[in-house]
Nanobody
């Protein structure tokens, strides 16, 4: 069982930056695959980053084309926290951002993940 809690959202102007955190509680979280998703009003939940566990403290990170070059994901196994650094934010990045985790499955579908946080709102606007 894993519990996830996102933080770090807020209001930022276009071109600005935010760093989201996803703190986990539970055993062996370091061995879990993690995904960052976002959901804008009236739209489906969209994956932005997949962090796939491939070995002890070793991960493969894959970004959606819409955020590639602007978002950077990382994780610190020592504190069971995953981060999403978001730079050069655009109004179309406005959404509720979720982190999700699964010990077995990984991918871009929401159904690939068993555990979800409550989400944090990111608003990019002047």
């Amino acid at each position: 069982q894993v519990q996830l809690a996102e933080s770090g959202g807020g209001l930022v102007q276009p071109g600005g930056s935010l760093r989201l955190s996803c703190a986990a509680s539970g055993r062996n979280f370091g061995n879990y695959h993690v995904g960052w998703f976002r959901q804008a009003p009236g739209k489906e939940r969209e994956n932005v980053v997949v962090i796939r566990w491939i070995g002890t403290a070793t991960y493969v990170i894959d970004y959606a084309d819409s955020v590639k070059g602007r978002f950077t994901a990382s994780r610190d196994p020592a504190v069971d926290t995953v981060y999403l650094q978001m730079d050069n934010l655009k109004p179309e990045d406005t959404a509720v951002y979720f982190c999700a985790a699964d010990q077995t499955l990984w991918g871009r579908r929401a159904s690939d993940y068993s555990y979800w946080g409550q989400g944090t709102q990111v608003t990019v606007s002047t």
